[in-house]
Nanobody, 123 residues
């Protein structure tokens, strides 16, 4: 099982980025796909999650209205559209998969993790 995150980069405040997470090795239908991030010197925090089988989503308060999680079942890929980026969004972003049936924010409930992709937002 492999989760491959991509799409990070260096952008200015106010810009947009779209992260992708391609899943392989198994079918993730009925899984929850999540995004977490870890800023330098801080703990990993929940960003967004989406139940693969439907439209249930969950967002951290800090990204609500700016970030959107979506998925392409045919491509086994989940996306994180990030708009109106702020310097405080700077972090390594990780995608993860959970066997839970609801979009959970607990990192311990995720079974599979991808490598991170770095997002840097300059002011």
């Amino acid at each position: 099982v492999q989760l491959q995150a991509s799409g990070g980069g260096l952008v200015q405040a106010g810009a947009s980025l779209r992260l992708s997470c391609a899943a392989s090795g198994r079918t993730f239908s009925n899984y929850v796909m999540g995004w977490f991030r870890q800023a330098p010197g801080k703990e990993r925090e929940f960003v967004a999650a989406r139940w693969w089988g439907g439209s249930l989503t969950r967002y951290a308060d800090s990204v609500k209205g700016r970030f959107t999680i979506s998925g392409d079942n045919a491509k086994n890929t989940v996306y994180l559209q990030m708009n109106s980026l702020k310097p405080e969004d700077t972090a390594i972003y990780y995608c993860a998969a959970s066997g839970r049936a609801y979009p959970t924010s607990g990192a311990s409930e995720y079974n599979y993790w991808g490598q991170g992709t770095l997002v840097t937002v300059s002011s």
